[in-house]
């Protein structure tokens, strides 16, 4: 049974980092390309980061780039997402989810449409 499983949120000041975890199963690792999304209240959901399967293809959206970092271990299945730098408009819940190919869609912030497995979110929250 696929899952994803979502972990590592929290209440972090401006500046702080955390570091989030996705843990999949219930297919085969590097077949499919893993992405972590966030939404805020009242917006639409936007792709943040993107890994391939191999890990040979990583995206980030522009208002992430720098500060962000993606990484994958296929032996392990986990995906992690280390924010750092944050600032109060990271703030929202973030999931992750697995595309239908093993390559990333782009442009990574409009591609909610094409992933159709999620999982059900973690909140971070960034204020002082």
């Known amino acids: 049974q696929l899952q994803l499983v979502e972990s590592g949120g929290g209440l972090v000041q401006p500046g702080g980092s955390l570091r989030l975890s996705c843990a999949f199963s219930?297919?085969?690792?590097?077949?499919?390309?893993i992405s972590w999304f966030r939404q805020a209240p009242g917006e639409e959901r936007e792709g943040v980061s993107c890994?391939?399967?191999?890990?040979?293809?990583?995206d980030y959206a522009d208002s992430v780039k720098g500060r962000f970092f993606i990484s994958r271990d296929n032996a392990k299945n986990t995906v992690i997402l280390q924010m750092n730098d944050l600032k109060s408009e990271d703030t929202g819940v973030y999931y992750c989810?697995?595309?239908?190919?093993?390559?990333?869609?782009?442009?990574?912030?409009?591609?909610?449409?094409?992933?159709?497995?999620w999982g059900e979110g973690t909140q971070v929250t960034v204020s002082s």
């Open positions: 219930g297919f085969t690792s590097d077949d499919y390309a």
């Open positions: 890994i391939s399967g191999s890990t040979e293809i990583i």
């Open positions: 989810a697995r595309g239908k190919f093993r390559g990333c869609v782009r442009p990574i912030e409009q591609s909610a449409y094409s992933y159709t497995d």
